[in-house]
Nanobody, 115 residues
């Protein structure tokens, strides 16, 4: 069973940057497609970015050009570099791991963009 632990969320001013990390355990990490989702208050959870086992990436239109997803298989870690943050990026960010019918979620980390 995959276990995921996110970190890196905090309060940041508009225009600032943050890097989120998600460490996986209990699985062969390199086999998993890893994604970041986010959920703002009163809204549905939405897909932010995905990186496949082959390191292909995809992004939501709202974050293209500002966010970068990457992975380090040696450290069982996936990252989300977030630049030029906007107030509308405020949400709880969740890490997701998927391989076939196996799937796991982290507990989430809060990102707040506010002056």
């Amino acid at each position: 069973q995959v276990q995921l632990v996110e970190s890196g969320g905090e309060l940041v001013q508009p225009g600032g940057s943050l890097r989120l990390s998600c460490v996986a355990s209990g699985v062969i990490f390199s086999r998993y497609a890893m994604s970041w989702y986010r959920q703002a208050p009163g809204k549905q959870r939405e897909l932010v970015a995905t990186i496949t086992s082959g390191s292909s990436t995809s992004y939501a239109d709202s974050v293209k050009g500002r966010f970068t997803i990457s992975r380090d298989n040696a450290k069982n870690t996936v990252y989300l570099q977030m630049n030029r943050l906007k107030p509308e990026d405020t949400a709880v960010y969740y890490c997701n791991a998927r391989y076939g019918h196996y799937e796991g979620w982290g507990q989430g980390t809060q990102v707040t963009v506010s002056s």
